[in-house]
C-alpha cells in the first residue's frame, strides 16, 4: 500500500479529530477482529478500518532484543522515529492499514497508539544537585496560599530541621519551565543567595518543540507550586518546597500538546540522569488521551521502569469527572505510582471545610485499581506565570496575578502540590523507598468528604515512622 505522507503538524491536528470521532462512536462501531495473538491496540484496528491510509504514529513494544519490527516498518512504508529502550520498544509512523501486519511480526509483543497526552491544568478556575547554600527560615508574614497551610507545609519549613526540600530533585515532565523574566535575573526558581537557577537543566523530547523553553505555560506554573521561593511576590506566593532543585524534561509543544512516546523519551532521559540529579521525585501533570490496560501501556511501563530503580512518581488524575465518568488514562492508573486527585481548600486554611474538586477523576481502573491514591489541593492555586507571550496568559488573561503569576485548577495543580511534599519528606528521610513513601503519604492523611482518596498532610507524613510498603502483592506491568 502506497501512502502519502502528511506533515507532522497537519497529522497531529487530523489524528486527534480521528481520536475524538473513533472514541465518540465505539459504541456504535461492530466488534473488530483481533489480530493473531490480540497484540494491537483497539483504536488503531478502527483507525485501519477507517483510514488505512492515514499514516499514524505508534509505540511497539518488542517480544526480545532483535531488529525485526525495525525492519518490517521500513518494509511498510513506514519509519522509526524513535528508539524507547526503557521500556525495549520504539515509536514509528506507518499507514494505518499497515499495523496488523507488523504485528503478525513474531519480534511484536504489543503496538500501541502513540496518543497525544493533554495537561490536567485549567485555567478557568472553575472549581546530587547542589543544595541552597541559605539554610536560613522563611518568612510567612506575607504568605496567602491557603493550601499550604491545608497539608502542613510551612510547620516543616521552620521547624527544627527546616525542611524545604535542599538538595533534593524533582524532574517536571510537562511543557516545559521558565525560569527568568524579562528585564531581571530574578527567579522564584533561583537559589536564595544569588541569581544561580535551581533549574539545573533542561531538554526537549517534544515532537513539535525542539527548544527548552516552555511556550505554553503548564510546566512553569507546575514548577512554581513544586519549588518556587516566592521572591517575585515578596513571599505572597510560595510552592511547597521552596529550595528544591528541579529538572525541565520538556515533553509538550506551545499548544500543551504531546505525544506519549515524547513523554516515555523524557522519562528514559530521567532514567539515565537519575543519579546524575539526585533525581528523587518525578511530576507528570498530564495523561493519555486513550484508555488502555497498565499491563500494555507505554507509559506505564515506562513510570514503573523509574518507581522500581528508586524515583517516586506523582502523576494527576486527571478533570474529566464530569465529562468522562471519572475514567483513568495513563498513567494515572498505574496501580504502582502515586495518583493524585484535586480538592478544594475553599481559599480556607482550615481542611474541615474542604471537599472533592468536582472536576477531579476517581473510580476503578479498567484492572480493577481505586485511583486516585490521594487527593491535595488543586482549585485557583496561584503560582508563576509562563509569561504574557505563553499561550495559556494569552488566552486566559483575567487569570493572570499581577506580573508574574497566574490561577489555575486542575489535579495538574494537585499532583504538583504532592511533588513538593514528598520532597520536603524524602529530605527527612531519604532512605525510603518508592513504596514506603507512598504507603506513609495514604496512612497519615485525612479524611476527606466524598472521596474515597485520603487528604495529603505532609506534615503527620514527616512527623510518622512507619517503614511499612504500599502496593504488596501487585504484579508489574
Known sequence: ??????????????????????????????????????????????????????????????????????????????????????????????????VERLAGDPGVRWISFDAPVIGQGDPSGRGA??????????????????????????????????????????????????????GTNLSDL??????????????????????????????????GIIGGNGELSDGIYI??????????????????????????????????????????????????????????????AAVEILWFNGIVVVVSAGNNAVDHNGILYPPA??????TVGASDDRGTFDTKDDILAPFSAQGKTEDGFF?????????????LSGGERTRI???HSDHQVGKYYFRMSGTSMASAVTSGAVALLLQAQPELNPDQVKYRLMHTALHLPHSRAPYLNIYKAVQDNSTKTANTGQVPS
Not at 544561580?196 to 505555560?217: A, H, P, Q
Not at 492508573?333 to 502515586?338: E, H, L, R
Not at 491535595?376 to 503560582?383: C, H, Q
Request: aromatic share 6%; hydrophobic share 40%; with cysteine.
Open 1 to 98: 500500500m502506497v501512502a502519502t505522507i502528511v506533515p507532522r503538524v497537519d497529522r497531529r491536528l487530523f489524528v486527534i479529530f480521528l481520536v475524538l470521532c473513533l472514541i465518540s462512536t465505539t459504541a456504535l462501531l461492530p466488534p473488530l477482529p483481533q489480530a493473531e495473538g490480540g497484540n494491537v491496540q483497539p483504536i488503531l484496528r478502527q483507525m485501519a478500518a477507517s483510514q488505512p491510509e492515514t499514516v499514524v504514529g505508534v509505540i511497539v513494544q518488542k517480544a526480545g532484543s532483535g531488529q525485526s519490527p525495525e525492519e518490517l516498518v521500513r518494509l511498510l512504508g513506514g519509519r522509526v522515529t524513535k528508539d524507547l529502550g526503557i521500556i525495549n520498544a520504539f515509536a514509528a509512523e506507518l499507514p494505518a492499514g499497515e
Open 129 to 182: 544537585g547542589r543544595g541552597d547554600d541559605d539554610d536560613g527560615s522563611i518568612e510567612l508574614n506575607n504568605l496567602v496560599n491557603a493550601y499550604l497551610y491545608a497539608i502542613g507545609a510551612p510547620a516543616l519549613w521552620n521547624g527544627p530541621h527546616q525542611l524545604q526540600g535542599q538538595g533534593i530533585t524533582v524532574a517536571v515532565v510537562d511543557s516545559g519551565i521558565r525560569w527568568n523574566f524579562e
Open 190 to 223: 533561583n537559589y536564595s543567595d544569588s541569581h544561580r537557577s535551581r533549574v539545573l537543566r533542561s531538554e526537549s523530547f517534544s515532537t513539535d518543540s525542539r527548544n527548552v523553553r516552555d511556550e505554553f505555560g503548564h510546566g512553569t506554573h507546575v514548577a
Open 239 to 300: 510552592g511547597v518546597a521552596p529550595k528544591v532543585n528541579l529538572l525541565n524534561v520538556k515533553v509538550s509543544d506551545a499548544y500543551g500538546a504531546g505525544y506519549e512516546s515524547d513523554v516515555v523519551a523524557g522519562l528514559q532521559w530521567i532514567y539515565e540522569h537519575e543519579d546524575e540529579y539526585n533525581i528523587r521525585v518525578v511530576n507528570i501533570s498530564l495523561n493519555s488521551s486513550v484508555p488502555q490496560s497498565y499491563h500494555t501501556s507505554p507509559l506505564d
Open 333 to 338: 492508573n498505574d496501580p504502582f505510582v502515586i
Open 371 to 383: 485511583k486516585p491514591d490521594l487527593v491535595a489541593p488543586g482549585t485557583n492555586i496561584i503560582s
Open 393 to 395: 496568559v494569552r488566552d
